[in-house]
């Protein structure tokens, strides 16, 4: 039975603004809104599209956020208080029905968001506040995480219930996503090959048999609420809370893919957090990065030995020998698990862990997590690589897996792009991610 008493005792709710929930909801949704006037009528307008008997389930909550008003911009500060009047209006008018939507002030003076914890910390304000108000005795609660520039299918609530209906081994799932086209060539360019990025950084860490293969998108995420519990709540960072959040869910169990709806982000260029994909826009137009994919060997070649057969019979007992497990590995990894302490920390682990191969395997999962893995794709960067060009990088990839790929499509990433997005809307795939399918 989903209880959550202590965990809101240290992550009290926030109230809500105007009209507040007075019956139990299946599910919650939660849309962080920082100058949003020009897209959050859109989304709510494609999620109102979804079947009544599902919104009536759900409860929908807004959290309005800025800075500190000495730290934020005087046209999004205004844009803030706009919007926060025009959502009131259609809270009164029931503009939204039948999803009820709740409103949490945190924008006007004193309820300000500070802005290192951004986006992240909205996000978290919305989903502790939802806690009190989801039903955990009939069926298991769910949250869905949004953003307010995203668009959503027609199916999205009735995906997202089939999902966790047909999943009970899953702590959340990543949803199917292709960005919005812009119309200018220049940004349609660099959207293009932000989202080829994204991609390959999954595929590369699936050929590795990582278990941190998986899409980390904000907008694009569902998660029981047990497990957001279990994990400690949402991470408030202005930026990448998505990717530590996600590495706090893995630890706890599978992550899984939707991929019979669709959720369209915005690829604008926008400057709300520090990175992402709006700034990641601005760099690329900028001419200050070309997105350069990392080198498929670290991942092929490197990272694939902590997950290989070769060095299973090292996690079997607690008797592990530390030289004999390094003695397995390759220079990279063992220079790096070394400057991360791992022969200091290894032992003290193992002591507090059961003397049985999967738990140990999984302790050294949690120790080695997305984040480690992510410091040492970029050891290996530093040291022995200038980038690869997205041809190149998912060329090796594709040729790792078997997936054949002609030059004309490897060479356009247009070509690419949709390529991978029809990958994706395999209908076998059934709650798995496409490389869960395809590597053995």
């Given amino acids: 039975m989903f209880d959550p008493e202590k965990y809101l005792r240290k992550n009290p709710p926030r109230p809500f603004l105007g009209k507040t929930p007075s019956v139990k909801y299946s599910c919650a949704l939660v849309i962080p809104a920082y100058a949003e006037c020009g897209f959050i009528f859109s989304c709510l307008d494609s999620l109102v599209k979804n079947p009544p008997e599902l919104l009536k389930l759900c409860m929908g909550i807004i959290v309005i956020n800025n800075p500190p008003l000495d730290e934020c911009p005087a046209d999004k500060y205004e844009d803030n208080r706009r919007l926060l009047e025009l959502l009131l209006d259609g809270q009164r008018q029931n503009r939204f029905a039948p999803l009820d939507l709740y409103l949490i002030d945190a924008c006007s003076p004193g309820n300000e968001i500070k802005s290192k914890e951004g986006v992240g910390r909205a ?15 009939s069926s298991e609660p769910f949250f869905l995480s949004l953003d307010a520039d995203t668009i959503v299918d027609e199916n999205y609530l009735s995906s997202a219930w089939e999902f966790f209906g ?37 595929w590369a860490l699936a050929c590795a048999k990582s278990p941190y293969a998986y899409y980390s998108i904000g907008s694009a995420m569902a998660f029981r609420a047990d497990s957001y519990v279990k994990a400690g709540g949402m991470i408030p960072k202005n930026g990448g809370e998505d990717f530590y959040f996600l590495q706090s869910l893995r630890k706890i169990a599978r992550i899984g893919f939707i991929n019979s709806c669709v959720l369209r982000p915005s690829a604008r260029l926008s400057d709300r957090v520090p990175f992402g994909t709006g700034p990641k826009l601005r760099e690329y137009l900028g001419g200050g990065s070309n997105l350069k994919f990392y080198d498929p060997e670290i991942f092929t070649q490197i990272l694939i030995a902590l997950y290989s057969n070769r060095i299973k019979h090292h996690f079997k007992s607690r008797d592990f020998s530390m030289r004999d497990f390094l003695k397995e590995l390759p220079m990279e990894l063992v220079e790096f698990l070394e400057m991360e302490g791992f022969p200091e920390i290894w032992p003290t682990i193992l002591k507090n862990t ?6 140990i395997r999984r302790a050294f999962d949690t120790w080695f997590d997305a984040l480690k893995t992510l410091r040492f794709v970029h050891f290996c960067e ?7 060009d997205s041809a190149r990088a998912f060329g090796s990839i594709f040729e790792f897996i078997g997936i054949p790929a002609d030059a004309s499509i490897l060479r356009q990433p247009s070509n ?4 991978l997005r029809a990958i994706d809307s395999d209908p076998s795939l059934d709650g798995y991610f496409p490389w869960e399918v395809r590597i053995k």
Wanted: proline fraction near 6%; charge should be negative.
């Fill in 382 to 388: 530093t040291r022995n690589s200038a980038g690869f």
């Fill in 354 to 359: 059961a003397d049985r191969e999967k738990n």
């Fill in 123 to 137: 996000r978290k304000i919305g989903f502790d506040s939802a806690i009190p108000h989801i039903e955990g005795e």
């Fill in 166 to 202: 047909r999943n009970p081994d899953c702590a959340a799932v990543s949803m199917r996503f292709e960005h919005q086209n812009p119309e200018d060539p220049g940004e349609s360019e660099a959207m293009i090959n932000y989202e080829l990025f994204i991609r390959y950084y999954a």
């Fill in 416 to 419: 690419l792009l949709e390529k």
